[in-house]
């Protein structure tokens, strides 16, 4: 049989940074634990654009669409900020989500216990904390139209248009539904139906799906600004956060200052099942090409390499080893290895992203 292939969209800023250590763990897969990859690598975003002056060449959209699992780093930057918005680097990304139709967006948020004490929350708040917001990924306010920038009564108007079929929600809200029964049978759905009518439609979809199909299951409803305030207030009454695209968008940076920093937090982008039973997918840290820090080796990579390990976990099967990298970078952490972003006001030395990659390489040796 071949072997399951991957490929490879570094993209911009930090993305190639945090994007060669994951490389180097993939190959330690391949050497160490037999497990090879058929990894290829292409262009998106702004290195895309510089070379085909399009954010993703129509050949790397057909490689996408036929690999086992597709892992991105990050897109944008300030040199692509002033773009026409057709060709901007984001709208590559966003071609890529829809055009492979991967509708459920998994963004866990889990605080290591070495980090507890590195949030800007109090420890008790966020120690232990596991939550999943998982986020619809290919429709509402992103894709709703009409959208543009139109002149009406001598003035510009931009439009973006919220809108949700009831399939859309249906299937969003299961895949919540079943992630929920593996975890800990809790869902809370998030929406503002006090204002929008897509939002009353989302609670009652949720709620029909629930009640025909997961009745086992505890549901919720939160407005989604008050959704905002629980996360940070008493973040551990959560299990499932299901949401739609924009509200999950800020929730999930939001949730990701309770596990430390935004480079800790991975996704994993799925699809509807393939014809071998594994979701189409694509991987992807939830932060984006952090301009600020790009180019100086200072880069969070745990974001990424955990996104990997979902990969591991949701598209090969691999739930062991995706544990055993978990637990190599727990331990890493609990080492006190930190990248700058990870670094508290008593200071002390941050390593570089290199250096973060191998000593998790190191750990991940020490696990066999
Ligand atoms: P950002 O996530 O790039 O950065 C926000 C802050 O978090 C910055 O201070 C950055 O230094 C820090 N940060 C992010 N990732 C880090 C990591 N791995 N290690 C250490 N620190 C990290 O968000 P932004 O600044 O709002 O956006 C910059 C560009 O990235 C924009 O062009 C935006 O559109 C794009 N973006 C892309 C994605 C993506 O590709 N998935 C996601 C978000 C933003
Ligand atoms: C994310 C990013 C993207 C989004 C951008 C870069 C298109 O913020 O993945 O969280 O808004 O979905
Ligand atoms: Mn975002």
Redesign the pocket.
């Known amino acids: 049989m071949a072997n399951p292939s991957i490929l490879i969209l570094a993209?911009d800023?930090?993305g190639p940074e945090?994007m060669a250590e994951v490389k180097k763990i993939i190959s330690w897969y391949g050497d160490k634990r037999g497990l090879v990859f058929d990894v290829s690598e292409d262009l998106v975003g702004g290195a895309a654009y510089d070379v085909h002056g399009k954010p993703l060449a129509d050949e790397t959209m057909a490689r996408a669409q036929e690999v086992d699992a597709v892992l991105l780093g990050?897109?944008?930057?300030p040199k692509y900020d002033n773009l026409d918005f057709s060709v901007k680097?984001?709208r590559g990304?966003l071609r890529l989500r829809k055009e492979m139709d991967l509708f459920s967006n998994l963004r866990p948020a889990q605080c290591f216990d070495a980090l507890a004490d590195f949030s800007s929350l109090k420890k008790d708040v966020v120690a232990g904390l596991d939550i999943m917001i998982v986020r619809e990924l290919t429709s509402g306010v992103y894709f709703g139209m009409p959208r543009g920038i139109f002149e009406e009564n001598g003035e510009r108007v931009g439009i973006n248009t919220q809108r949700y079929t009831e399939s859309e929600i249906e299937r969003v809200a299961r895949s919540a539904f079943e992630l929920a029964k593996r975890r800990g049978n809790k869902v809370c759905s998030m929406e503002k139906a006090n204002v929008m009518e897509s939002g009353i439609l989302w609670r009652e979809v949720v709620q029909r799906v629930h009640d025909e199909e997961y009745p086992e299951v505890e549901l919720s409803h939160m407005y989604a600004d008050n959704g905002a305030m629980q996360l940070v207030r008493w973040p551990k009454q959560f299990d499932v956060i299901v949401t739609d695209n924009l509200f999950g968008d800020i929730l999930s940076d939001c949730a990701a200052m309770l596990t430390g920093?935004?480079?800790m937090l991975p996704s994993a982008s799925l699809g509807a099942p393939m014809e071998n039973g594994r979701p189409k997918a694509m991987y992807?840290?939830v932060?984006?090409?952090?301009?600020?820090?790009a180019g100086q080796g200072?880069?969070?990579p745990i974001?990424c390499i955990l996104s990997f390990a979902m990969a591991l976990r949701y598209s090969f099967d691999q739930g062991d080893e995706a544990t055993r990298l978990e637990k190599a970078i727990e331990k890493v952490l609990a080492d006190g290895v930190r990248?700058a972003?990870l670094m508290g006001p008593e200071g002390g030395t941050p390593v570089s992203t290199v250096e973060m990659g191998a000593k998790i390489i190191e750990a991940l040796d020490a696990s066999l």
């Open positions: 993209g800023g930090i945090v990050a897109v944008g930057g680097p984001e990304l920093s935004l480079g992807e840290p932060h984006g090409s952090a301009p600020d820090i200072k880069a969070n974001a990248t972003d």
